[in-house]
């Protein structure tokens, strides 16, 4: 255990918090390697409208712990307010163009802000295209059945990304949220989300989410060197 490794994860909301918590932490565990999971949203303020400057405290803050060897995000790139280079992003870029582009724009800016406290090797921003509850489609057949409707639902959602769960549009009517939401009214984010993410399993989550496994593959790798 002297190589014990303890990531800070900065988190949109309550779906997002339960979502590492219960299935990501458990993971990292048997790599010896801790998730502690902190909503960005201050006291009082609900989740979502995740703006840079306001996460930017809490990331200094976490690169001043000394207990804290790597600093990273799970934030929603759907309905993200303001972050470095998201207005540079032209309207037909691909996920991936999304996610390095607002990644690296991040990291630039923290190590302009903070060179002092190492964040080139310890911060590691991810921002989940479109939001989280894309990863949920990452099995049909088993969203479905949680919602209790039809497997047709979800595979033509797929169908129409034309790349995996997360190429699913960020629109205010066709984010993956609001489609789930519209197919099961009672769908609750927090609950339901993470009781589905169980139940497909990270392995096959992974596999369909590329963006999603290589951040967390950048996690696996960390070495407590590097801090």
């Known amino acids: 255990m002297n190589d014990f490794i303890k990531v800070r994860i900065f988190v949109e909301g309550q779906s997002e918090l339960s979502f590492i918590t219960n299935v990501v932490r458990p993971h990292l565990l048997t790599k010896n390697i801790f998730a502690d999971p902190i909503l960005v949203s201050k006291k009082g303020e609900k989740g979502g409208d995740v703006k840079f400057t306001r996460l930017q405290n809490d990331i200094y803050r976490a690169l001043c712990d000394k207990s804290v060897h790597l600093v990273s995000t799970f934030v929603d790139y759907y309905g993200l307010k303001e972050w470095p280079g998201k207005d540079e992003l032209p309207k037909n870029a691909t996920p991936a163009q999304i996610e390095e582009k607002l990644s690296s724009m991040a990291v630039d800016k923290i190590c302009l802000e903070y060179d002092r406290l190492n964040p080139k090797n310890r911060f590691l921003p991810y921002v989940v295209v479109h939001e989280f509850e894309a990863l949920l489609f990452s099995d ?88």
Not at 188 to 211: D, Y
């Open 140 to 227: 049909a057949q088993i969203l479905a059945t949680e919602l209790g409707v039809d497997n047709s639902n979800i595979e033509d959602a797929l169908k129409q990304s034309s790349g995996g769960p997360e190429s699913i549009n960020n629109s205010p009517e066709t984010a993956p949220s609001k489609r789930l939401m519209k197919w099961n009214p009672r769908y609750h984010k927090v609950t339901m989300g993470t009781s589905i993410a169980k139940k497909i399993g990270l392995e096959t989550i992974r596999f369909q989410c590329p963006l999603f496994d290589q951040w967390l593959t950048s996690i696996e790798n960390y070495s407590i060197h590097n801090s």
